[in-house]
């Protein structure tokens, strides 16, 4: 496949390592030299300076033969050009577009990317996808991490294990014999930075951060196994009222939760926006690390405070601030990646890190076809990947003890017809099921020859 990718950023970054790692053609086009020799000097790719928008760039990129343009460049405009210039000019298949503005994103004026208008074929939009995933971490408030799949049918959580674990030491294969009637699977753990697929002898420590599969009836029973409880969120604080604290808000009051929510937000214009656009939600104008602030909005009373303003050590700090006040759970909107690190020692409960966010979602939709959906695990170190079973799989017809997987590749449900089997050494993988793999970044090229989906990329 013969992508063409526009911006080498974080997010285009990411997307060319993905990319080149599994052996396709990709070239990095973007305005600044110093990120295309980046790019270059440290992937397997080709790289173009200049800007992507300009026809006779992308005719330099290779687009008179490319499968597909991603345009992740930080404007808008410019994405939407590139694609433009790409389908009338280079007749390329598939348009993939970054776009940030609300206002370009409005369902009333969707007719904008028909074929004959504005040829985009998907529209990624970075604070839709924070906003999803700020409340699905506010759904399940003591996991880290958490995402859906299967049509909703199964819930992957990312939980830390604390000392009243009442499995911690307990190996993996025994935890069927003391829940046999539980759902959970555990697919990933990462332990001292270290991320790996267990093995069912592998036991679970104190600290470790892992990954389990479950049925989503089931969740607040896995929760309790692994040693954390549910809570009814009922209160909860939004620091940074800008696009995605306001679209946080907005879902929360269309909602059947009925959280009651509090926005505090610096910039006086950006709170009236906010207040005029919500109903029962009360806005407050000032700065979200002021201790009184803080205190005016109730953090002490809240169940969950949202620090999502577009300053990292803002959300930090108003999120240890909150938890010092008493709130018994923080979420931070973290684009540094590095910083990652500083999240346990400082307490705060779960980041959320829009580059992990865009890239799985960007990710989706290139492994088209058969694969049904892609989410990037922790900083691109694994993927789980949704996908149906063809009958040219080498795996279709076989048990999953007897499948050559590679180390780092684990199932973790499969859907046959509408039922979720819970897999195990004796369950038959058959044409048509789909399943849920936990797979190493590495392992991923291994695993699409396995389901044979590369022919259906397209």
């Given amino acids: 496949m013969k992508v063409i990718i526009c911006g080498a950023g974080q997010v285009g970054w990411q997307i060319a390592r993905h990319l080149s790692g599994e052996n396709n053609d990709v070239t990095v086009v973007d305005n600044n030299p110093e990120l295309v020799r980046r790019a270059t000097d440290t992937l397997d790719v080709q790289g173009i300076a200049g800007f992507a928008s300009y026809p006779d760039v992308l005719d330099r990129a290779g687009a008179r033969d490319a499968d597909m343009v991603i345009a992740a460049t930080y404007s808008d405009e410019v994405n939407m050009v590139t694609c433009q210039v790409a389908h009338s000019v280079f007749s390329v298949p598939r348009k993939i577009a970054r776009l940030r503005s609300q206002s370009y994103l409005d369902v009333l004026y969707s007719d904008l990317y028909r074929r004959d208008h504005m040829p985009i074929d998907v529209v990624i939009s970075p604070e839709r996808e924070v906003a999803d995933a700020a409340l699905k971490r506010l759904a399940t408030p003591t996991a880290f991490d958490?995402?859906?799949?299967?049509?909703?049918?199964?819930?992957?959580?990312?939980?830390?294990?604390?000392?009243?674990?009442?499995?911690?030491?307990?190996?993996?294969?025994?935890?069927?014999?003391?829940?046999?009637?539980?759902?959970?699977?555990?697919?990933?753990?990462?332990?001292?930075?270290?991320?790996?697929?267990?093995?069912?002898?592998?036991?679970?420590?104190?600290?470790?951060?892992?990954?389990?599969?479950?049925?989503?009836?089931d969740v607040s029973r896995t929760m309790e196994v692994f040693g954390k409880q549910q809570k009814k969120q009922e209160r909860a604080v939004i620091v940074g009222g800008?696009?995605?604290?306001?679209?946080?808000?907005?879902?929360?009051?269309?909602?059947?939760?009925?959280?009651?929510?509090?926005?505090?937000?610096?910039?006086?214009?950006?709170?009236?926006?906010?207040?005029?656009?919500?109903?029962?939600?009360?806005?407050?104008?000032?700065?979200?690390?002021?201790?009184?602030?803080?205190?005016?909005?109730?953090?002490?009373?809240?169940?969950?405070?949202?620090?999502?303003?577009?300053?990292?050590?803002?959300?930090?700090?108003?999120?240890?601030?909150?938890?010092?006040?008493?709130?018994?759970?923080?979420?931070?909107?973290?684009?540094?990646?590095?910083?990652?690190?500083?999240?346990?020692?400082?307490?705060?409960?779960?980041?959320?890190?829009?580059?992990?966010?865009?890239?799985?979602?960007?990710?989706?939709?290139?492994?088209?076809?058969?694969?049904?959906?892609?989410?990037?695990?922790?900083?691109?170190?694994?993927?789980?990947?949704e996908a149906e079973v063809l009958s040219t799989s080498p795996i279709a017809g076989q048990m999953v003890r007897d499948i050559d997987f590679p180390e780092g590749v684990l199932i973790g449900a499969i859907l046959k017809g509408t039922e979720v089997v819970k897999p195990k050494g004796g369950t038959r993988i058959n044409e048509g099921d789909i399943i849920v793999l936990f797979s190493l970044t590495a392992d991923v090229p291994e695993v699409e020859r396995l389901l044979q989906v590369s022919i259906d990329f397209f």
């Fill in 146 to 217: 958490a995402e859906t799949f299967l049509g909703g049918k199964i819930q992957m959580l990312g939980l830390t294990l604390d000392e009243d674990c009442p499995v911690v030491n307990t190996p993996l294969r025994q935890l069927t014999d003391l829940f046999s009637t539980l759902s959970a699977v555990v697919v990933g753990v990462r332990r001292g930075g270290t991320l790996i697929a267990p093995e069912p002898g592998d036991q679970l420590f104190v600290g470790d951060d892992i990954y389990v599969f479950t049925l989503a009836e």
């Fill in 242 to 385: 800008g696009n995605v604290g306001l679209m946080v808000a907005q879902r929360l009051e269309a909602s059947a939760s009925r959280i009651r929510t509090k926005i505090i937000e610096r910039d006086r214009k950006v709170a009236e926006r906010a207040a005029e656009a919500l109903e029962r939600t009360i806005v407050l104008n000032g700065d979200g690390m002021d201790v009184a602030l803080l205190a005016e909005a109730g953090v002490d009373r809240a169940d969950a405070v949202l620090a999502v303003t577009d300053d990292d050590k803002t959300n930090m700090l108003a999120s240890v601030r909150s938890k010092s006040a008493g709130c018994p759970l923080a979420i931070s909107l973290i684009n540094d990646p590095t910083l990652a690190p500083l999240m346990t020692p400082l307490d705060i409960d779960a980041f959320i890190n829009p580059r992990a966010t865009t890239v799985s979602s960007i990710l989706r939709h290139i492994r088209h076809g058969r694969v049904k959906d892609v989410y990037s695990v922790g900083d691109t170190e694994a993927e789980i990947i």
